[in-house]
């Protein structure tokens, strides 16, 4: 395939075959090659995730107001406690945007500074999530405790694992920009890690309001 | 991905612990191959071996229900029998052997020379075989899953120490399907990239052959499919062993909210079993009827339509569960309306055997075969969307009778089709046809001698998933029926596999066109090379390679053009030297391999099985991104 270094999402140009030597059997691009392989691919496995999390916050509003004992989310939630941790998170987004400009520059010290940034953002939101499942749990709630604790925690655990995930993707690229293995034609496996965080934290967009900011049953 | 230019030095090529696998023949280049046709040739073999499975699983129940009271099987052996038959047969056998058929013919069918990622191809080849041993060694590991292939809650997901469903089997089911659900995703990523940015020139989508055609619809299915029942099954296996309540009713918890998350991926995954054999016999009966397919677009509409109504029936399996008039009828009609894409089908494919030069190869028999059983399926199946009688036939055998009629009458014929389509093109020599008709023909009798009777035991009311039936009940001739016809089968499935090992050797030579095919895979050699296509081809018109065969003179008669004609042969003489194809790697395989142990970890709960599984996933991973793509 040939080095595709535009970001957007027009087709590339047809790039002239080389002299001499045949195209390899994968990533030519067809007819319609607006987006190259791995986006494509990227883009179609966050909209099967799409539905992984649709599934469960279904589940969640399905229960919502059905617990029967234990503390329920009033007695819980610390909002403007979480509302920080959701903005930083967003903004990480930010960063993330940064880092891939950074890089379709070949500005290395920049995207590792940016990259860290964006890491270093995602963890202090797990690290805030962690903080709130210890406070909820000191207060009573556990997996077991009612239909809250059980959706609450699966959904939102579910989604601190992806948040896991993008942070340990980011910090490999960190180590790949630091040990000169992310060349400029590898800007667009930025750009997917940068696809995949977008998603994370438009995906706890919606967690966070579905689950703190519409109003409680019986309120 | 990047094209690496030039080969990198040895040096850079080794990777991690493991040196970059070369070999391209023997043992090791199975396990390593990144080519398309070798993956395909892994997921029919494998999948053979669970058709195998599960129908020696089939055979037990029969002989446990050959006659009242049986003894063959306790009660317990005989839930986990028709729990494995039916997950088998889904998840192990009519998807792989799709994905298989796809993954050898998808590729070839619109001139690529590979499939978008090969790697990540081979990563869901093993993903399938190592989940299905997974979930068979539970066999050996305290008792098979024994909930049925749909684990109904709260049966399933009752806490471990409830006494509901001893044993570890419900937790080997639930992690077993997820593993599968990861390898179908990246398959059907796979598959869609390729369908969309790998044709070769000319082959706009609507010159895509319609067995391409429906791979692409299947894999939409499956992408939006397994999500939802990955839920589902993530919240019975903590319901199990985490003590969530999702599905306690005492606790407020919704059963049905399972029911509607396992159907919402279970209807969908009906077309994902069906519409790849409509994709085969709209490839076999133009074939053999030397007619082009009748009405192209509609069957290619038609399979989208069945795509996107799929996903708005599935409460048509719920239909008992009290869900009030309002949904019941919007369900039901919903239902009948699937039957009109469906129906228009199959005139299409009468429309195209009409007036045809028919030839009654065994693939063309297997073809018809399947019109005809599955009409009948289709049939019984919209009477199932009249929710009164659908109320009467619940749980029973006739439920039983219907979707064999669509799932082996349907799907296995047309897979049948295929296998004696397209193994001259695999292996370069022809299936016995005198075998192959032997096969048909026991394979159909013995088919509508199981699955006939069972509509009227049904009717009759013997109940489904019920180990035994007193005497006296009117139900003993036909179940007996229903067993010898079984055993035909088993004979049947014999006789293809006898087929096959015999004439990967003795069979006639079959040459690169043995059919006069019409699509691409045809205009290249039997077996085909590792490249696929010396020059990537360019296309004109839908059946490219039939129209570079023939032409019409003025009366529309078919006239052969000359041999060397048009572009034919541009490329003779071309042996491939330059063409740059991906290398073999390890890192799918010891990816995959993490999945299981970590699966083991979960059923066991041992964190430091865990620990052992995630290091492999992680350093599979790790050493997968470093290696160069190619």
């Known amino acids: 395939m040939a080095i595709i270094e535009q970001t957007d999402l027009t087709p590339a140009p047809p790039s002239p075959p080389e002299p001499g030597h045949d195209h390899g059997g994968h990533g030519g691009p067809g007819p319609s090659a607006a987006l190259t392989n791995p986006k494509l691919a990227m883009w179609l496995f966050l909209a099967s995730d799409c539905l992984f999390f649709g599934a469960f916050i279904s589940a969640y509003l399905l229960y919502r107001g059905r617990e029967q004992d234990g503390p329920t989310p009033r007695e819980l939630f610390d909002i403007p406690f979480t509302s920080a941790t959701s903005f930083i998170l967003l903004m990480s987004s930010l960063g993330m945007v940064l880092a891939l400009a950074a890089i379709q520059r070949g500005d290395h010290r920049r995207f590792r500074l940016w990259i860290m940034a964006t890491a270093l953002f995602g963890a202090t939101f797990v690290a805030g999530q962690i903080f709130e499942f210890t406070e909820f749990s000191r207060k009573g709630l556990s997996l077991d405790t009612n239909l809250f604790g059980s959706s609450f925690f699966v959904l939102t655990g579910f989604h601190g694992a992806h948040v896991c995930m993008g942070i340990l993707w980011l910090l490999s690229l960190w180590g790949m920009s630091t040990q000169g293995r992310l060349g400029p034609e590898k800007a667009e496996s930025v750009e997917i890690a940068g696809l995949y965080w977008h998603f994370v934290d438009v995906v706890w967009i919606v967690i966070f309001t579905v689950i703190y900011l519409m109003p409680q049953p019986g309120t | ?630």
Not at chain 2, 148 to 171: C, I, K, M, V
Not at chain 2, 206 to 222: E, Q, S, Y
Not at chain 2, 258 to 266: E, P, R
Not at chain 2, 416 to 444: H, Q, S
């Open chain 2, 1 to 630: 991905m990047t094209t690496v230019e030039k080969a990198p030095p040895v040096s850079q090529r080794e990777v991690g612990l493991l040196r970059r696998p070369r070999a391209t023949t023997g043992f090791a280049s199975w396990l390593t191959t990144v080519d398309h046709k070798k993956i395909g040739i892994l997921y029919v073999c494998t999948a053979l071996v669970f058709f195998v499975l599960g129908g020696v699983e089939a055979l037990l129940i029969r002989l446990q229900l050959f006659g009242p009271n049986g003894t063959v099987l306790t009660a317990g052996q005989y839930n986990q029998m028709f729990t494995m038959h039916g997950t088998t047969m889904v998840f192990l056998v009519g998807m792989p052997i799709a994905i298989g058929l796809g993954n050898y013919f998808v590729p070839l069918q619109i001139g690529a020379r590979d499939v978008a990622f090969p790697r990540i191809n081979m990563f869901g080849y093993w993903v399938v075989l190592l989940g299905g041993i997974f979930m068979y060694s539970s066999f050996f590991l305290g008792g098979a899953p024994d909930g049925g292939w749909f684990g109904y809650t709260p049966l399933t997901s009752a806490p471990l120490d409830s006494g509901f469903l001893p044993g570890r089997g419900p937790d080997f089911w639930t992690m077993g399907l997820i593993l599968l659900g990861v390898g179908s995703t990246t398959s059907a990523i796979n598959f869609i990239v390729t369908c969309i940015n790998m044709r070769c020139p000319g082959m706009s989508l609507l010159r895509m052959p319609v067995f391409t055609w429906m791979m692409l619809v299947i894999a939409f299915l499956t992408l939006f499919a397994i999500p939802p029942v990955t839920v589902a099954l993530t919240m019975v296996f903590f319901d199990r062993n985490f003590g969530t309540l999702f599905f306690d009713p005492a606790a407020g918890g919704d059963p049905l909210l399972y029911q509607h998350l396992f159907w919402i991926f279970g209807h969908p995954e009906v077309y994902i079993l069906i519409l790849p054999g409509m994709g085969i016999v709209s490839e076999t009966l133009p074939v053999f009827s030397r007619k082009p397919l009748f009405g192209y677009a509609i069957v290619v509409f038609s399979g989208i339509a069945i795509g996107f109504l799929g996903w708005g029936v599935w409460a048509h399996h719920m239909f008992v569960t009290g869900l009030g008039p309002v949904a019941i009828s919007a369900f039901g009609l919903a239902t009948m309306l699937i039957a009109i894409p469906t129906g228009v089908k199959i005139f299409n494919w009468l429309g195209t055997v009409w007036g045809g030069s028919v030839r009654l190869t065994t693939s063309m028999l297997f073809s018809l075969g399947f019109i005809a059983m599955f009409t009948i399926g289709g049939l019984s199946g919209v009477m199932h969307s009249v929710v009164p009688a659908d109320t009467q036939q619940t749980d029973t055998y006739f439920v039983v009778a219907h979707f064999h009629y669509v799932l082996f009458g349907g799907l296995i014929l047309a897979l049948f089709a295929g296998f004696y389509y397209w193994y001259p093109k695999v292996f370069g020599r022809m299936l016995d046809e005198r075998m192959g008709k032997l096969n048909f023909w026991t394979m159909f009798i013995g088919f509508n001698l199981t699955f006939a009777p069972m509509h009227f035991l049904g009717l009759w009311g013997q109940p489904r998933r019920t180990y035994r039936y007193d005497e006296g009940l009117g139900w003993e001739t036909l179940n007996q029926l229903v067993t010898v016809g079984s055993f035909i089968i088993a004979f049947s499935v014999l006789v293809f596999i006898v087929n096959a090992v015999v004439s990967k050797s003795r069979g006639q030579v079959a040459g690169d066109d043995p059919w006069d095919g019409r699509t691409l895979e045809w205009s290249i050699s039997s077996p085909p090379p590792e490249y696929n296509f010396a020059e990537v081809p360019e296309v004109h018109s839908r059946d490219d390679f039939w129209h570079r065969k023939y032409t019409e003179d003025d009366e529309g008669r078919l006239v052969p053009l000359p041999s060397g004609g048009a572009e034919a042969h541009a490329a003779a003489g071309h042996d491939g030297h330059g063409i740059h194809l991906p290398s073999p790697s390890y890192f799918p395989l010891v990816t995959a391999l993490g999945l299981p142990i970590l699966g083991y970890a979960a059923v066991f709960q041992n964190v430091w099985i865990a620990l052992l599984g995630a290091v492999v996933l992680l350093y599979g991973i790790y050493a997968w991104a470093i290696e160069p793509a190619d």
